[in-house]
């Protein structure tokens, strides 16, 4: 859980959506996730059935671009 705000909000920024919203295009839903079981390697982020961290705010871009 720690630096998941920045974290959000850049993934926020990005998909231009809020928790719970899903992009026009329907590729992302957003949904808050309290354990991943990832404590070690946080924040975490879950795509599809892949878990990625440490991720840093300025790693989402590239991140999204692999399921693009």
């Known amino acids: ?3 998941y705000e ?6 926020r ?9 899903t992009t026009a ?5 957003l949904l808050p996730i309290c354990c991943l ?3 070690d390697k946080g924040p975490a982020v879950l795509i599809d059935e892949d878990t990625y961290g440490p991720v840093q705010p300025e790693e ?5 671009e692999l399921y693009a």
Do not use: K
């Open 1 to 3: 859980m720690t630096g």
């Open 6 to 11: 920045a974290l959000s909000a850049e993934i």
């Open 13 to 21: 920024s990005q998909l231009g959506i809020e928790y719970g919203q």
């Open 25 to 29: 295009d329907g590729r992302f839903t």
């Open 37 to 39: 079981g990832n404590c």
């Open 60 to 64: 989402v871009t590239q991140l999204l």
